[in-house]
């Protein structure tokens, strides 16, 4: 619905810097922002349910997104997933992001994924500075990337793959630098690479327990520009690192914790005086992307205290019983001068034969937040491999 006015449309996509003018610090508040920042929404329902806490927990389908050094050790070797989730349900109601994805292993050490992120704006309105509308246009954003995963031993995996982006937000004209122009679709590509590693069966405080251990960087590509080769910006290239446990409690219920932690691997904001002048750190703009990558652990204007605040902490717990039906827990904290994100998260998850329903419900803790009402529903199908038997409780008291 043609509803959205531009100054919204500038607030939702606030990463693109030549629809903004430079900002004065005054309030310490300088969140790390790049293009096409849809490549960090979580897309799928179970690690939402989780806290968004994806990189170590078992393999599916989703791992495209999450690690997928993962597949490789997957009890499937077929898996294909699709979710989609409304977004900024607060401010409107025709925005969405759709993601199809799905692996394929040829044997018990090889596996491919391809993955597919479409991220829909919906209708906007634009107008002149008098309200006046100049035209209609419905951006959209979509990313494909796809993976090779190779257990290297038993316990150890690690995955490559590459991504392409498609970024056709806006159909205006411009003026930078003197120049005018009309804005065009920004395209850029990439890498991506990861590492797993599990070890099974161990014996913690009594309990059969299987832990492991994650990381992956995501989104290494070349800037991206949306005017002209002068002004191209970061995309969100991330290092995800994490953990996770699962406990058998019993024949038929299970308990998975996980933690992990993710920073941006692109330039911190520069400190800016009261005249907009850069007076510690650099314009990002100025930043080579392999200097821009280094440098993200020791160029916060404010030193350490700051580039410690630039870690976000996700946690999360699912309850497993008898690999038939989950419930899940999770919260994600982000420090409140890089963005201030912080939200609970509820999910629920059913199995039956092939077929998987996982459903994820995001609970901002500031009611004012855009994000709340935030909901995802992923459907899975999952073919050969190890098939898991249904055990059925024993219930005959006479025995």
């Known amino acids: 619905m043609k509803k959205i006015i531009f100054f ?46 994806g990189v170590a927990v078992s393999a599916d389908a989703n791992a495209t997104f999450w690690n997928p050094a993962k597949i490789a050790f997957s009890d499937k070797n077929i898996g294909v997933a699709v979710s989609y989730t409304p977004w900024l349900r607060q401010l409107v109601n025709d925005m969405s992001i759709s993601y199809l994805s799905g692996f394929y292993k040829w044997d018990d050490r090889h596996a491919v994924t391809l993955a597919m992120t479409y991220f829909d704006l919906g209708d906007i309105n634009f107008t002149d500075a008098q309200g006046n509308g100049i035209g209609d246009y419905r951006p959209r954003e979509f990313a494909i990337r796809s993976h090779y995963s190779r257990k290297l031993t038993d316990n150890l995996g690690l995955a490559v793959g ?17 120049s005018t122009g009309q804005a065009r679709a920004g395209v850029t590509g990439g890498v ?3 590492a797993f590693y599990n070890k099974k069966d161990l014996n913690i405080g009594g309990l059969q327990t299987d832990l492991a251990f994650g990381a992956a960087i995501s989104n290494l590509g070349a800037k991206i520009s949306y005017t002209g080769e002068n ?10 690192l994490g953990g996770a446990g699962t406990a058998q409690i019993d024949e038929f219920n299970k308990v998975t914790l996980a933690l992990d932690v993710n920073k941006l691997l692109v330039p911190s904001p520069p400190l800016r005086n009261s005249q907009g002048v850069i007076v510690s750190g650099k314009n990002p703009r100025d930043i080579s992307l392999l200097s821009g990558i280094f440098s993200s652990f020791g160029d916060a204007a404010d030193g ?49 034969q092939i077929f998987g329903l996982d459903a994820a419900y995001m609970i901002p803790f ?12 992923t459907l899975s199908f999952n073919f050969g491999g190890k098939q898991t038997a249904t055990a059925v409780p024993d219930t005959d008291s006479t025995n």
């Open 8 to 53: 919204c449309f500038t607030i939702t996509l606030s990463s693109l810097s030549f629809l903004s003018s430079a900002q004065v610090d005054t309030t310490g508040r300088r969140p790390i922002t790049t293009a096409v920042p849809f490549l960090q929404i979580s897309p799928d329902s179970r690690a939402a349910g989780m806290g968004d806490a």
């Open 231 to 240: 002004q191209r910006d970061f995309i969100p290239t991330n290092l995800r």
């Open 304 to 352: 350490f205290k700051e580039e410690m605040q630039e870690w976000m902490v996700n946690v999360g717990a699912e309850y497993n019983y008898n690999d038939m039906f989950m419930a899940r827990l999770g919260m994600a904290l982000e420090n409140k001068n890089k963005g201030d994100r912080k939200y609970a998260t509820v999910g629920i998850g059913a199995r039956y």
């Open 192 to 194: 991506d690479i990861s």
């Open 366 to 377: 500031r009611k004012t937040n855009p994000l709340a009402e935030t909901f995802r529903i």
């Open 162 to 178: 590459a991504f392409f982006v498609n970024s056709n937000i806006a159909n205006i004209y411009f003026t930078a630098g003197g």
